[in-house]
């Protein structure tokens, strides 16, 4: 008898189980997620999936629901679902104000830091409390080797071993690996030639870690896997948005391909503002974009449509003022600084709802866990109110 071939979905949703923690730049590590024990029965939700975008880099209100034409997608989530225009931050600074969405805490943390935090974040109490597996929980970044920290804590109770698959859209997918993919040649067919481009591949994928080590057919699958995102243009990707762009093709493509419970993207291009505000007003527009193309796989998919929930919010805004460079920096503390907006679509919310009083950026993260019946024990925020329909 004939085996089935394994079609590219079926390869891929495979991969998602066996990816983890991919590391910034090469070498690109992968290694196998642990499976926590299942989870209680939950309170029945019609959301099924989650996709939550930091918007991050410092963006304003002025510029995004106060401009809806620069941000036409975002307005119509908003028109659609529940938004919060005083959003309080946490943080003035970038790593540990984008930390606390994740994490529900205000986390004190320096611009340049680079270190994992003790918090636990959503996508450990998801995968701990909730019962997520390790193909489940993901996230793509745009801000390189700072950012993998919102993966997962040091905390003793959860750390690595529940932490998301994370992708770094410009650390993996660079155009640097893609000129070593292609100075070896594509593979088409399993035949020599392929083999030992396989072997020289996996140099890349790095080798064994305290977690666990793929396997050969796995090690075979994430090298395809990489090797198609390469040749589909995203390591092409140019302009102030790059690396945002980028991370956002990579959630387009894992929703795509995957379908993820939990999906994260962190952003950040959006601090080019410092030196420019009309660059600053691109990287919105082309974000916004960018963010199209992720809904719309969203909406086109029948088991994502009915079943998918998106939160977007910035980790802070930017000054009231132009600097001398006719720039936008991020320290006046004015409400443009201290509040944001955030917004709510899904299948559970209600719809061109908008509420006026004061919620907090930390609120996000217990907000999604409760989705999935899942406690942020350590968060210090409260779930959003007057969300859900």
Not at 63 to 89: C, F, I, S, W
Not at 133 to 162: E, F, I, K, L
Not at 225 to 242: F, K, M, P, Q, W
Not at 259 to 287: C, F, I, M, T
Request: with cysteine; proline share 5%.
């Amino acid at each position: 008898m004939t085996s089935a071939r394994p079609t590219r979905r079926s390869v891929l949703r495979g991969t998602a189980g066996a990816l983890a923690g991919a590391a910034v730049g090469a070498p690109v590590a992968a290694r196998i997620v642990a499976e926590p024990a299942p989870a209680a029965l939950l309170p029945e939700r019609k959301t099924k999936h989650v996709i939550l975008v930091a918007f991050a880099g410092g963006v304003r209100t002025r510029e995004t629901l106060g401009a809806p034409d620069n941000v036409p997608t975002l307005k119509q989530m908003a028109d659609e679902g529940v938004v919060y225009p005083r959003t309080r931050t946490s943080n003035l600074g970038h790593f540990g104000a984008a930390l606390s969405i994740f994490t529900g805490i205000a986390e004190p943390r320096g611009i340049r830091e680079n270190a994992r935090g003790p918090d636990p974040t959503l996508f450990e109490y998801l995968r701990k409390e909730g019962g997520l597996s390790g193909s489940d929980v993901w996230m793509s970044t745009s801000g390189g080797a700072q950012q993998t920290n919102y993966a997962y804590s040091t905390h003793q109770d959860y750390g690595p071993r529940y932490g998301a698959n994370t992708l770094d859209g410009d650390g993996v997918f660079n155009q640097e690996f893609k000129d070593l993919v292609n100075s070896l040649g594509r593979p088409r067919e399993m035949e020599a030639r392929e083999a030992e481009l396989l072997e020289r591949m996996r140099g890349s994928l790095g080798a064994d870690d305290a977690a666990g080590v793929n396997s050969a057919a796995t090690a075979r699958q994430v090298e395809r896997y990489i090797l198609d995102e390469l040749t589909r243009g995203t390591s092409d990707l140019r302009g102030v948005n790059a690396g945002d762009a980028k991370a956002l093709q990579v959630a387009r493509n894992l929703m795509l391909f995957f379908k993820p419970k939990v999906l994260g993207v962190s952003l950040q291009n959006a601090d080019v503002a410092h030196g420019s505000y009309n660059s600053y007003v691109e990287v919105v527009r082309r974000n916004d974009a960018s963010l199209a193309e992720l809904w719309k796989v969203v909406r086109d998919d029948a088991e994502l449509r009915d079943s998918t929930a998106i939160f977007v919010l910035p980790e802070f805004g930017r000054d009231r003022d132009l600097n001398s460079r006719r720039g936008l920096d991020h320290g006046d503390g004015s409400d443009e600084l201290n509040y944001v907006s955030t917004v709510c679509w899904g299948p559970d919310f209600k719809s061109g709802k908008v509420v006026n009083q004061e919620v907090r950026t930390i609120d996000v993260c217990p907000t999604v866990c409760d989705l999935f019946g899942a406690k942020a024990r350590f968060s210090r925020g409260d779930k959003l109110p007057q969300l859900f329909g």
